[in-house]
C-alpha cells in the first residue's frame, strides 16, 4: 500500500446496514455511513440537533473539557441563521485578492524555506506553520501571533498522552480571554474587535458568545487543515505526475482540491443528538441518544462515488461532505480551499518532486474501526525544479 493511501474501513458496514456504533465515554454513538443517510440526517435539525450540551455533538466528546458553546457550530435555526448572516462576510474574505495575494507570499516563503533545507518534517516545520500563519490572515491579526499558536501544537485540546487534555485546553481559554479584554480596551479590525462590535437580532454579543465563535475558529480548522496540506504532500511525493498533470492542465485544479479533500477528508465524523424517537437506515435511535454524521464514509460511497477509492483529480461528479452539509456546512471551507489553491500553485510552480523518509500515521480508533487521518510524523525532502 503507498503511504498517502487512507482506506475506507467503513465499506463492509455501510454496503450491510448503513450504520455502526461505538461508545465514547460511556455516551453512545450510532455511525451513519451512507451518503444519502447523512445528507438526510444533516438537513433535519429539528430532529437531530446541534444545540445540545456544550461538546456534546464533537466524537470524542468534549464535554468534560468546555462548557461554552463553539458558535455557529453548536447552535440550530434560526438562530444558527443569524450569526452565519453575521460571520459569513467576514469568513468569505479569503476570497478577495489582496487576502490571496497575503497568502501567497506565505506560501511561497513557506516553500522556498523548506527548498534550501533538506529533510523536513511535514507536519511540524511545514504544515502546522502554514496553518498557523494563515490564520492570522483570516483573524486580521498580527503576524507574529503564529509563533504563540504554533507553540500550542497540531491540536488545541489534545496532547501527546491525552486525547482531550484540559489543562491545554485552557490554555487556548484564557489566551481568547485575553485577546477579547485587550480588544474591548483597544480594538484594532481584527476578528475579536468585529465581533465586539457587532449585533445579532438586535443584541450585542456576550464575552461568552464571542469565546464561543473563537474556539470553533481556532479548533474546528487547526488539525483539520493540517492533516490537509500533510496528506496532500504525501500524495503528490508518491505522484510526481500529478504535479507534472496540474501544471500542464491549471483548469482542474479546482476539481483536483475537491477529490483531495473528499478522499482524504480531514474530519471523520460530527455527532447530532436526538430530540425525540426517531430511526436512521432502519435503525432505531431514542430520544437523547447521539449519532455521528460519517463524512469520511459518505464519501467512498460506492453508490454515488466511482472508484471511490482511487484519487481521480478532474473527478466530475463529487458531491463530498467534507465540509459537512445543509446549514451547518463548514465556516471555514473558504478559507482552507483558498489555502489548498494556493499550495497547490506554489508547489508545481516551484517543486519538482518530494521523498518520503519516514513517516509514522495517525490512526483513529472508532469503537471496531481504525482510521487513519493523517500523520504524526512525516519527514520528507522537497526537491526544486
Not at 68 to 76: H, S
Not at 239 to 254: G, T
Not at 267 to 275: D, E, F, I, S
Request: glycine share 6%; hydrophobic share 40%; aromatic share 8%.
Amino acid at each position: 500500500m503507498k503511504k498517502y493511501q487512507s482506506p475506507d474501513p467503513f465499506t463492509g458496514a455501510r454496503e450491510a446496514s448503513g450504520c455502526a456504533h461505538m461508545n465514547d465515554q460511556d455516551d453512545p454513538v450510532t455511525m451513519i455511513l451512507r451518503l444519502k443517510d447523512v445528507r438526510k440526517t444533516a438537513h433535519n435539525w429539528k430532529t437531530f440537533q446541534s444545540g445540545a450540551a456544550p461538546g456534546r455533538i464533537v466524537i470524542p466528546s468534549e464535554v468534560n473539557i468546555r462548557d461554552t458553546r463553539q458558535i455557529p457550530f453548536e447552535v440550530d435555526p434560526p438562530m444558527h441563521g443569524s450569526f452565519r448572516a453575521l460571520l459569513d462576510p467576514w469568513f468569505k474574505r479569503p476570497l478577495g485578492d489582496e487576502y490571496r495575494a497575503q497568502l501567497g507570499q506565505q506560501v511561497n516563503a513557506l516553500v522556498d524555506e523548506v527548498l534550501t533545507q533538506g529533510v523536513i518534517d511535514a507536519v511540524e516545520a511545514f504544515s502546522l506553520c502554514l496553518q498557523s500563519r494563515a490564520l492570522t490572515l483570516l483573524l486580521n491579526t498580527d503576524a507574529s501571533e503564529a509563533d504563540t499558536w504554533i507553540g500550542w501544537g497540531t491540536h488545541v485540546f489534545r496532547s501527546e498522552d491525552d486525547p482531550l487534555d484540559k489543562d491545554k485546553a485552557g490554555l487556548l481559554y484564557d489566551y481568547i480571554d485575553e485577546k477579547i479584554n485587550a480588544a474591548s480596551a483597544d480594538p484594532e479590525g481584527d476578528l475579536y474587535s468585529v465581533l465586539l462590535a457587532a449585533e445579532v437580532e438586535g443584541k450585542k454579543l456576550t464575552h461568552e458568545e464571542i469565546k464561543g465563535i473563537m474556539i470553533l475558529t481556532f479548533a474546528g480548522g487547526r488539525d483539520t487543515v493540517i492533516n490537509a496540506v500533510t496528506n496532500t504532500i504525501s500524495y503528490f511525493a508518491e505522484h510526481p505526475e500529478s504535479l507534472a498533470r496540474l501544471r500542464n492542465e491549471p483548469d482542474i485544479i479546482s476539481r483536483a482540491i475537491e477529490e483531495l479533500i473528499r478522499y482524504f477528508a480531514p474530519l471523520t465524523q460530527m455527532g447530532r443528538v436526538a430530540t425525540q424517537d426517531s430511526t436512521v437506515c432502519e435503525h432505531a435511535i431514542k430520544a437523547d441518544s447521539r449519532v455521528s454524521l460519517c463524512w469520511a464514509s459518505a464519501n467512498r460511497d460506492a453508490s454515488v462515488f466511482e472508484s471511490p477509492e482511487e484519487v481521480i483529480l478532474d473527478r466530475k461528479l463529487n458531491p463530498h461532505v467534507s465540509f459537512g452539509f445543509s446549514h451547518h456546512n463548514c465556516l471555514g471551507a473558504t478559507h482552507a480551499r483558498q489555502i489548498m489553491r494556493v499550495l497547490i500553485e506554489t508547489l508545481i510552480e516551484k517543486v519538482g518532486s518530494i521523498d518520503i523518509v519516514d513517516f509514522e500515521e495517525n490512526i483513529e480508533q472508532l469503537g471496531e474501526f481504525e482510521r487513519k487521518v493523517g500523520f504524526h510524523r512525516l519527514n520528507v525532502h522537497f526537491h526544486p525544479r
